[in-house]
C-alpha cells in the first residue's frame, strides 16, 4: 500500500513536467514555437564563414506541396516541394533582423481592382534541386486564387525580402538586408505583364 502511495505522489510531482514537454512550453513558462521536424530543419544557417552575414549562408529545405492553397504542380509543373517563407520557420535568434521586413505584402499591383499577394519563398524540384521564387496571386471574388507571375532564381542559398513601393505600386525584392542588391517587378501597361525594371530605372 506505501509503494502504491509513492508512486501516486511521483506522478503527481511529475505530471506538470511531462505535460510542458508534451506541450512544448519550457520550466520558465515561455512558448514555443510547436514547429514540426520538417519545419525545424526548413531553415539552416550554416557556421561557417562566420565572418559572412547569415543571409550569405543559410539554405532552406521546403517541405509543403501548396502555396496559399496552390498545389505547387500549378506553379511550375516540375517542382514538387514549395514553401513560402514565414516568420515563425525562422530561428528565434533572427526575430530582431527580420523584425523590419516582410516576406509578403499585399497590393493591387496590376491596377485591376483585383486583390493581390506577392510572396517570396523556397522551391524544389521533383529532381532536388532548390532556390528561391517570387510569386505574385491574383484574389478574385468568390473565386480561387490565380497565378499572375512567377519568377525562380536556382541555388540552395537564395535569400530575399519583399516590399511595395509607394510611388509607382511596384515590388521590391531585396536579395540581402541593409544593402543595394534588390530586383523591381513592376506593371507594365503596354505589354500588359509583369516586367522586371533594368537596374539604372530602379
Known amino acids: 500500500m506505501g509503494s502504491a502511495m509513492r508512486l501516486s505522489r ?3 510531482v511529475l505530471l ?9 512550453v519550457g520550466l520558465d513558462g515561455g512558448a514555443d ?18 565572418h559572412y552575414a547569415w543571409w550569405l549562408r543559410v539554405e532552406f529545405h521546403p517541405f509543403e ?12 509543373r516540375t517542382w514538387c516541394k514549395v514553401t ?13 533582423d527580420l523584425e523590419s521586413y ?29 532556390g528561391l521564387f517570387v510569386l505574385v496571386l491574383a484574389w478574385p471574388p468568390n473565386a480561387v486564387p490565380v497565378v499572375r507571375f512567377v519568377e525562380a532564381w536556382l541555388g540552395e542559398r537564395q535569400f530575399a ?3 511595395r513601393r509607394r510611388r509607382d505600386n511596384a515590388i521590391v525584392v531585396a536579395h540581402c538586408m ?12 503596354s505589354q500588359r505583364r509583369f516586367t522586371w525594371l533594368p537596374a539604372e530605372d530602379g
Open 65 to 76: 506541396t501548396e502555396v496559399r492553397g496552390i498545389p505547387v504542380g500549378e506553379i511550375r
Open 16 to 24: 506538470p513536467v511531462m505535460l510542458s514537454a508534451c506541450a512544448g
Open 33 to 50: 514555437r510547436h514547429l514540426t521536424s520538417a519545419q525545424q530543419e526548413f531553415v539552416v544557417v550554416s557556421p561557417e564563414p562566420d
Open 84 to 96: 513560402e517563407f514565414r516568420r515563425e520557420l525562422f530561428p528565434k535568434e533572427l526575430d530582431a
Open 178 to 189: 541593409s544593402c543595394d542588391h534588390f530586383s523591381i517587378l513592376k506593371w507594365s501597361r
Open 102 to 130: 516582410s516576406f509578403a505584402v499585399d497590393g493591387n499591383f496590376d491596377h485591376s481592382g483585383v486583390a493581390q499577394s506577392a510572396l517570396v519563398g523556397a522551391y524544389e524540384t521533383c529532381s532536388g534541386d532548390r
Open 161 to 163: 525580402v519583399i516590399s
Open 10 to 12: 511521483l506522478l503527481i
